[in-house]
Nanobody, 119 residues
Framework: QVQLIETGGGLVQAGASLRLSCAASGPINSIHVIGWFRQVAGKEREWLAGLVWSGGSTFHSDSVKGRFTMSREHADNTVYLQMNNLNPEDTAVYYC????????????WGQGTQVTVAS
């Protein structure tokens, strides 16, 4: 099965930038779409961005468009989330997820990485 490992989280000051990485392994050719989500404790998980695995097209939530950018490095099967001008409201656990078995359903998830933005 597809495995996803996120790295790059940490504690930063407001206004800083951070880049998250998600390394995919296993039967990666079965991935349809890969995306980034975040979740604050006690709140619903929020979708941030997605990337079509075969073609590379990306799409971003309006809530982060212009500040967050998703991209892919084909050589190492890694996707990134570049996050700029972070603010305390961006504090959350960030997850990478993939649509594998069924288009439209994110069914493979990473373990998450914590991002904390101090004011």
């Amino acid at each position: 099965q597809v495995q996803l490992i996120e790295t790059g989280g940490g504690l930063v000051q407001a206004g800083a930038s951070l880049r998250l990485s998600c390394a995919a392994s296993g039967p990666i050719n079965s991935i349809h779409v890969i995306g980034w989500f975040r979740q604050v404790a006690g709140k619903e998980r929020e979708w941030l961005a997605g990337l079509v695995w075969s073609g590379g097209s990306t799409f971003h939530s309006d809530s982060v468009k212009g500040r967050f950018t998703m991209s892919r490095e084909h050589a190492d099967n890694t996707v990134y989330l570049q996050m700029n001008n972070l603010n305390p409201e961006d504090t959350a656990v960030y997850y990478c997820a993939a649509q594998v078995k069924r288009v439209g359903t994110y069914d493979s998830w990473g373990q998450g990485t914590q991002v904390t933005v101090a004011s």
